[in-house]
């Protein structure tokens, strides 16, 4: 019986994977532009980080971590989540102690124990962001305005961006009391997950898709109703950054953040693209998150996208490699002779294929449309005697002869043969 792979992790196969490495470089390009440096961070991290990062009463504390005893008696977990991993280094690190002001992003697997669904999987992938240790609503602005560049530099018209304000330690509990108390008379159309919920994080039912809650949740208070006058400035001056620079935006009042450490902006990536599983991008602002884990008092905000979701979103695009030349070699003589240039022509930069086992031509040329191929070099007995072989451009039709060196290949080539 074949062994086959474990639900929810996945392999990546060429073809799909070539995608994958586009969206990765855009990141890096981006990012970098915004002065962010990469950081990597280790896959298992001590259970207790993201115990007090992520929140003891959160769905993915209490139901979706990979946890486990290691050979030396320690809990460990495989990181569900990014960004307490990225400030666990910082603190650990002291990075602050340099500069307060830490610009980072982090791409790699992460691991979550719940029903696989469409651009989710138990292993499953994100490309993060962190700016540490400035509270001004600029760099919100930025943040935001960065990942919208993200996606124009895909080439996505989608998804849109969507914000909200969570408040703070300060006006958040008096908002969480009057929603509690709007939820207590329709506690019977909560899912049991929110009913679960409801003394320990009632928010999430803000967010849920739950038909009944739903329609409970309608005209329920909102936060922004609620933002001490500290939030409220801040939430105002950010949106008009955005406006300053032109970034498109919408509010969602609804919006609501899975973990405890979220405060003030909040925002998620939504399409319309993807069925119920709308968000592909999300985060926000996160002041006390760097304090909960032993770090000293400093500002943060973040993101982090699926990039399983928006490969989804470049469905339709071909990010297929093809290779710059086929040899085709007839004759023991010509083989060696093939092997040779394409050694020759790859140090020198190009991507070439030949045919290893001595094929007829005919069988050759069909590998070589198979490649798509860019050009063709023909060798056989007669080229060799001449020093000089046919290369034919295959997108254009056009073929002249070369010399049966790399130089003079490369030069043809790049001159448009």
Not at 225 to 245: I, P, Q, S
Not at 283 to 303: E, K, T, V
Request: glycine share 8%.
């Amino acid at each position: 019986m074949a062994i086959t792979g474990i639900k929810g992790f996945n392999d990546i196969l060429p073809g799909e994977v070539e995608k994958w490495q586009h969206i990765e470089a855009t990141a890096r390009r981006v990012f970098e532009l915004y002065g962010l440096s990469e950081i990597r961070i280790p896959i298992l991290e001590k259970t207790e980080l993201f115990c007090r990062s992520i929140g003891d009463a959160t769905d993915i504390v209490e139901k979706e971590m990979y946890s486990f005893v290691d050979k030396g008696e320690n809990k460990v977990t495989m990181r569900p989540e990014g960004t307490a991993s990225v400030m666990r280094a910082y603190v650990e690190h002291k990075m602050h102690a340099l500069d307060p002001v830490a610009r980072l992003y982090y791409m790699g697997p992460m691991f979550r124990y719940e029903r696989p669904q469409k651009g989710r999987y138990r292993q499953f992938h994100q490309i993060g962001a962190e700016i540490t240790g400035v509270a001004a609503p600029t760099v919100d602005a930025q943040v935001l305005t960065m990942l919208t560049h993200f996606f124009q530099e895909l080439g996505l018209t989608e998804p849109s961006l969507q914000i909200n304000s969570l408040g703070c330690p300060c006006c958040r509990p008096a908002y969480r009391e009057a929603l509690k108390k709007f939820l207590l008379d329709r506690i019977d159309k909560l899912c049991d997950d929110c009913k679960r919920r409801y003394d320990t994080n009632p928010l999430r039912a803000l967010d849920c898709k739950s038909a009944g809650c739903q329609e409970a949740t309608q005209g329920a208070p909102s936060m922004l109703d609620h933002l001490c006058a500290e939030c409220g400035d801040h939430f105002d001056k950010t949106r008009k950054y955005l406006e300053l620079v032109g970034t498109p935006y919408s509010i969602n009042q609804r919006m609501v953040r899975g973990l405890d450490y979220y405060t003030r902006t909040t925002f998620e990536m939504v399409t319309t693209m993807l069925g119920s599983q709308s968000a592909v991008a999300a985060g926000g602002r996160y002041d006390g998150l760097i304090s909960s884990i032993g770090g000293p008092q400093i500002p943060g905000i973040g993101f982090a996208m699926g990039v399983e979701r928006v490969a989804l979103l470049l469905a339709e695009k071909d990010f297929s490699r093809r290779p710059d030349l086929f040899i085709a070699a007839l004759g023991d003589e010509a083989h060696p002779e093939a092997f040779r240039l394409m050694s020759a022509l790859q140090r020198l930069g190009l991507a070439v294929e030949i045919d290893y086992e001595g094929k007829s031509l005919k069988s050759q040329m069909r590998r070589a449309d198979k490649f798509n191929s860019r050009f063709t070099l023909i060798i056989g007995g007669d080229e060799l005697a001449r020093g000089t072989a046919p290369l034919k451009n295959m997108d254009g039709g056009s073929q002249i002869d070369v010399n049966l060196d790399a130089a003079s290949i490369q030069a043809a080539m790049t001159g448009g043969a």
